[in-house]
């Protein structure tokens, strides 16, 4: 069965130190990924998403994400953090058809101390 | 303002005792989903529906109903609750495929 794994289940970090969540997926075959943010008491937004094309993806706020199809991974990366980076982390994996369920890893919980 | 809407926010019920949440969206979506966030298993989905009158189980539809017979509405059912499905849920919607996912802003439900 297809499944998404963050091994980081919380992450404490200063701020301007750099980022990097893990995410891991199953599935063999061609696939779209995406990263959601939960900033406290806010709804879930996308951060950013992968679906075909260059695996160095940019999203807001300064993250980006590189897609390593060898690996199975879609790694989130930041260079500085902020305080107001302080959010819960998804990432997400669905089989390249429009068809076909979406998968959510279980969330990272990023702490940032000022 | 493109919104996704869920109603109650706060549900406290007792076992058995059918509820309905409603979701309503106002952007013309196709796809529309069902998801429950429990602590330490993310989110985890129940129901989807790709358009009017076509739905499909999730990863955990047992205890759960729904149906899209408008394009804006998407209500979970639970026709007996039970305590297993004291959860944050969350209904969003796509405007195509999973391309991106507008979320509501979540209904605590907890059944005792």
Request: with cysteine; aromatic share 12%.
């Amino acid at each position: 069965a297809q499944s998404v794994s963050q091994h980081n289940h919380h992450v404490i970090l200063s701020e301007a130190a750099s980022l990097e969540l893990g995410c891991n997926y199953s599935y063999g075959g061609t696939v779209n990924l995406f990263w959601y943010v939960q900033y406290p008491g806010q709804h879930l937004q996308l951060l950013l998403k992968y679906f075909s094309g260059d695996p160095l993806v940019k999203g807001i706020k300064g993250f980006e994400a590189e897609f390593i199809k060898s690996k199975f991974s879609f790694n989130l990366r930041k260079p500085s953090v902020q305080w107001s980076d302080t959010a819960e982390y998804f990432c997400a994996v669905n089989r390249d058809s429009s068809a076909s369920k979406i998968i959510f890893g279980s969330g990272t919980r990023l702490s940032i101390r000022p | 303002e493109a919104q996704v809407t869920q109603n109650p926010r706060y549900l406290i019920t007792v076992t058995g005792k059918k509820l309905t949440v409603t979701c309503s969206q106002n952007m013309n979506h196709e796809y529309m989903s069902w998801y429950r966030q429990d602590p330490g298993l993310g989110l985890r989905q129940i129901y989807y529906s790709m358009n009017v009158e076509v739905t499909d189980k999730g990863d955990v539809p047992e205890g759960y109903k729904v149906s899209r017979k408008e394009k804006r509405n998407f209500p979970l059912i639970l026709e007996s609750p039970s305590p297993n499905q004291t959860s944050l849920y969350f209904c969003a919607s796509s405007p195509m495929g999973w391309n991106e996912q507008y979320f509501g802003p979540g209904t605590r439900l907890t059944v005792t």
